[in-house]
C-alpha cells in the first residue's frame, strides 16, 4: 500500500509539473533597425510566442531606460505598447537593450532581453560638388557629408557618364 501511495504522489506532482511548468519569456532575436531621413523600417520585438509554459493568460512588460543630459526616455518612448507581446519600435535611440518580463496567471515571473541597435545613415552631397580624378585622396567629413551608419562604413564609386 505505501508503494501505491508513493506511486500517486510521484505521478500526481508530476502531472502538476508538466501542467503547470517553467515559464519561459522570449524577447525576440537582436536586431538592427535601418533608417533614413524618411523614416525608419518597422520592427516588432518579441518571439512567436513571446511567452511559453506557465499557465495562461501572460501579462507583459517592456522596460527601457536611456538618458541624454537631463533627459530620461523609457520604452513607452520607443514602442507603440509595452504592454503587448509584440509591440513595435516607433521611435529610435542610442543602442538599446530592452528587457521583457513576463507574468503568467500564478504571479511566475520570466524574463529575457533584446539588443536593439539603430543605424541611422544620410548623407547630403548634394551641396558640395567636387571634381575628383583618378588617384585623388577625399576625405568625407562626419559632421558636413555622411551621419550615421554602424562601423565600418564602406564607399562605392561609380564614374559618371558625361
Known amino acids: 500500500m505505501k508503494k501505491l501511495i508513493l506511486i500517486s504522489t510521484v505521478l500526481f506532482l508530476t502531472q502538476i509539473n508538466f501542467v ?4 519561459i519569456a522570449d524577447a525576440g532575436p537582436d536586431v ?3 533608417g533614413d531621413w524618411y523614416g525608419m523600417d518597422s ?13 495562461p493568460p501572460y501579462t507583459y512588460i517592456w ?13 513607452s518612448d520607443f514602442l507603440d505598447d509595452t504592454t503587448s507581446a509584440n509591440p513595435t519600435v516607433i521611435s529610435s535611440g542610442e543602442n538599446l537593450i530592452f528587457k521583457l518580463t ?3 496567471s500564478k504571479s511566475n515571473i520570466c524574463t529575457d532581453s ?13 551641396t558640395c560638388n567636387y571634381v575628383i580624378q583618378h588617384g585623388d585622396s577625399v576625405f568625407l567629413s562626419n559632421f ?3 551621419l550615421g551608419g554602424i562601423s565600418p562604413v564602406n564607399y562605392l564609386w561609380r564614374q559618371t557618364m558625361v
Open 63 to 75: 522596460e527601457t531606460t536611456w538618458q541624454v543630459g537631463t533627459w530620461i526616455y523609457t520604452a
Open 102 to 104: 513576463v507574468i503568467d
Open 144 to 146: 558636413h557629408n555622411v
Open 43 to 55: 520592427v516588432q520585438l518579441g518571439g512567436n510566442p513571446t511567452a511559453i509554459g506557465g499557465t
Open 20 to 23: 503547470n511548468g517553467q515559464c
Open 32 to 34: 538592427i533597425i535601418c
Open 114 to 126: 533584446v539588443n536593439v541597435r539603430f543605424s541611422i545613415f544620410g548623407t547630403h552631397l548634394g
